[in-house]
T-cell receptor
Framework: NAGVTQTPKFQVLKTGQSMTLQCAQDMNHEYMSWYRQDPGMGLRLIHYSVGAGITDQGEVPNGYNVSRSTTEDFPLRLLSAAPSQTSVYFC??????????????FGPGTRLTVL | AQSVAQPEDQVNVAEGNPLTVKCTYSVSGNPYLFWYVQYPNRGLQFLLKYITGDNLVKGSYGFEAEFNKSQTSFHLKKPSALVSDSALYFCAVRQNYGGATNKLIFGTGTLLAVQP
């Protein structure tokens, strides 16, 4: 298994541009989520999904959209990039929806810079 | 609301000495606690978790953590530190809301520096 994969690894955008961060997992996990990591703030939840066709907002959803058309893929879309969205983005998955004891597995991250 | 605190931004320890990385939590029900490690320019790797049962949990790479309900703490420990343990460590908590969500709440992280 490749686990959780993310592309690209690095991206530089100009203010106002849009882009999609890709996330895929090959473990047939129901639950997937996106976090952003900023210095001194830990990881904050952006959006999450408990299965194909079901998404919901996390702690910091503004400026981001998600969709989940398949179990495997969970892309994160930046509609109009802003410098405040400069961050490292992590995708994570865990096996079962609603199962609080499940471990979440993280991808390698995407480092995004917005100029 | 549930929360996690990691009171130390950085912990310095000499190689071979024991190490402790502190974590305290706040939840209204039973806590489910996790430790993750992040090496430079890498994603987060799972170390260990406390669900129920024995208060001393053993995990990967020789790490262990002690759950203390009265002090609402879940400190990460290792008897003998290695230089290769130098990394950023995150504590996280998840609370059972009884629904479909299983959101993790992370602490701000503690940088562990092990000197040779």
């Amino acid at each position: 298994n490749a686990g959780v994969t993310q592309t690209p690894k690095f991206q530089v955008l100009k203010t106002g541009q849009s882009m999609t961060l890709q996330c895929a997992q090959d473990m047939n996990h129901e639950y997937m989520s996106w976090y952003r990591q900023d210095p001194g703030m830990g990881l904050r939840l952006i959006h999450y999904s408990v299965g194909a066709g079901i998404t919901d907002q996390g702690e910091v959803p503004n400026g981001y959209n998600v969709s989940r058309s398949t179990t495997e893929d969970f892309p994160l879309r930046l509609l109009s990039a802003a410098p405040s969205q400069t961050s490292v983005y992590f995708c994570a998955s865990s096996p079962r929806r609603g199962q609080v004891t499940d471990t979440q597995y993280f991808g390698p991250g995407t480092r995004l810079t917005v100029l | 609301a549930q929360s996690v605190a990691q009171p130390e931004d950085q912990v310095n320890v000499a190689e071979g000495n024991p190490l402790t990385v502190k974590c305290t939590y706040s939840v209204s029900g039973n806590p489910y606690l996790f430790w993750y490690v992040q090496y430079p320019n890498r994603g987060l790797q799972f170390l260990l978790k406390y669900i129920t049962g024995d208060n001393l949990v053993k995990g990967s790479y020789g790490f262990e953590a002690e759950f203390n309900k009265s002090q609402t703490s879940f400190h990460l420990k290792k008897p003998s530190a290695l230089v290769s343990d130098s990394a950023l460590y995150f504590c996280a908590v998840r609370q059972n809301y009884g629904g479909a969500t299983n959101k993790l709440i992370f602490g701000t992280g503690t940088l562990l520096a092990v000197q040779p």
